[in-house]
């Protein structure tokens, strides 16, 4: 597991064995064991499931791809989480995703547990068909692991609707006369989907941002005026003026927010730029996300990586080196595409002020104590990115009940469930030293070691 996530679940632990408010019962020498098992719990994924799924190619050939589940955490509730399809894939990653999803889901109250699942390709390199029985082959060798009341997968980064689709379909052929609605979230609203959660990810990341700053500091202006906290401090020199935003990464996450950010009423937002895993676009003025979304959605995902193909679309932009900006000279930086992306190399030239997550772990330790220390606000991803999870929820409910809410009934329950997490932290955030994202860790923690201990786990 990340060294980062392991040391934050550390530090909340030593924090929760000093308050003395929490679980009162536990006193001495039980204390201090029960804290220790608590690490060795948290810090440990229940089990690891890996497969090399034995897949026919079109041309003839039979590959082994590498696929994995890994079941973290289910004090909760099934677990719970999505499957990336990127060549990347491997183990040690899984299992920190799958760690993120029990500290997500243990945030917002969604009565799930962690999972998280792998598939180790590039999806742009095979055929619809292959894909196809890719899907296919990872649920008849993960059957006996997931399921409604189990684990349910949902889509990651490289996989979306079409791919839950098929692989509920599989599910459904597998374990007939079984409850089928609940066993994927992510389908296709035709398919027992939910409005609304294509978008939720991208929506929740940037309204979250939106209420932390237009909300909740704005509310709290005349409180804050005196503060010595650094993030109020940070926070308050962005609020009721223009901001000028990046979006790295331009799919599922990224476009959605950036669209957010573009249409947005109640903060003066300009984007900036926006980056995919070619490029980045920018321009000083704000670009034309509409525009920019309806090129990607006709060019497999891919944002213009020529002057010919911007002006081709009516798009006024400059072409930049793909990694650019990250160290662009703006207000907020939305990091949505994937790990690792602000770092001990790149941390000293980082100039925006306010990082939202909406990618899970884009930024290293390194990274993350620097920019604390220098006050930067940073929302993390459990925070930020849970809209997908939450909508997620709402589709399995829907699926049980085979009643199903309107889209504006699942956008009053998203945003209802975030500003919820966030009345409750924020306060904290704002009035003590450490930073949100050890806020959000220390409030996971604690439910999840409530649960524990009341589960009789700890014995
Ligand atoms: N893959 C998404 C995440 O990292 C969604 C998970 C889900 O909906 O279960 O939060």
């Not at 909740?216 to 223009?242: G, H, I, M, S």
């Amino acid at each position: 597991m990340e060294e980062q996530t392991r040391s934050i679940v550390q530090q909340s632990l030593n924090a929760l064995l000093e308050n003395e408010n929490f679980l009162t019962d536990l006193k001495g020498g039980m204390r201090q064991k029960a804290f220790t098992s608590l690490n060795s719990i948290l810090s440990t994924p229940n089990q690891i499931h890996k497969s090399f799924l034995r897949v026919p190619l079109e041309g003839g050939e039979v590959v082994r791809i590498p696929s994995y589940r890994v079941h973290h955490n289910d004090a909760l509730g099934p677990y719970k989480g999505g499957i990336r399809f990127h060549e990347t894939v491997n183990e040690e990653e899984v299992v920190n995703l799958a760690f993120l999803m029990t500290l997500k889901n243990a945030l917002h109250n969604v009565p799930f547990g962690g999972g998280k699942g792998g598939i180790m390709i590039n999806p742009k390199d095979f055929s619809e068909k292959e894909l196809h029985k890719i899907c296919i082959k990872y649920v008849r060798y993960f059957n006996n692991v997931i399921g409604p009341d189990k684990d349910i997968p949902a889509p990651d980064v490289g996989s979306g609707e079409r791919e839950m689709d098929w692989m509920m379909a599989e599910y459904k052929k597998i374990n007939q006369g079984s409850p089928y609605l609940g066993s994927f979230t992510g389908k296709s609203v035709e398919n027992g989907g939910s409005l609304g959660r294509r978008e939720a990810t991208g929506k929740g990341v940037y309204f979250t941002f939106r209420y932390l700053l237009n909300n909740y500091v704005k509310d709290n202006q005349a409180t804050f005026a005196t503060t010595t906290n650094p993030f109020a401090k940070t926070a308050l020199e962005y609020v009721n003026r223009e901001l000028t935003v990046a979006v790295q990464g331009f799919g599922n996450v990224g476009s959605v927010t950036a669209l957010e950010a573009y249409r947005c009423a109640h903060i003066q937002n300009k984007v900036v730029a926006v980056s995919d895993r070619n490029v980045t676009l920018f321009n000083a003025d704000g670009l034309d996300i509409p525009a920019l979304v309806e090129f990607t959605a006709k060019n497999k995902g891919d944002l213009p990586t020529s002057e010919d193909q911007l002006t081709a679309a009516g798009i006024a932009a400059t072409i930049q080196g793909r990694e650019d900006i990250l160290t662009m000279d703006v207000d907020v930086l939305f990091l949505a595409a994937l790990e690792n992306q602000l770092n001990d190399q790149n941390k000293t030239q980082i100039k925006a002020r306010i990082i939202v997550e909406g990618a899970n772990a884009p930024t290293t330790r390194e990274a993350d104590d620097y920019l604390s220390e220098k006050g930067v606000v940073i929302i993390p991803d459990i925070l930020a990115n849970a809209g997908g999870v939450i909508v997620s929820y709402l589709e399995w409910l829907q699926g049980r009940e085979t009643q199903f809410f309107s889209e504006e009934e699942v956008y009053n329950q998203l945003l209802a469930k975030m500003r919820n997490t966030m009345d409750t932290l924020l306060p904290q955030y704002f009035g003590d030293t450490f930073s949100l994202r050890q806020n959000c860790y220390i409030h996971s923690v604690t439910r999840l070691s409530t649960v524990l201990y009341r589960q009789g786990k700890l014995y």
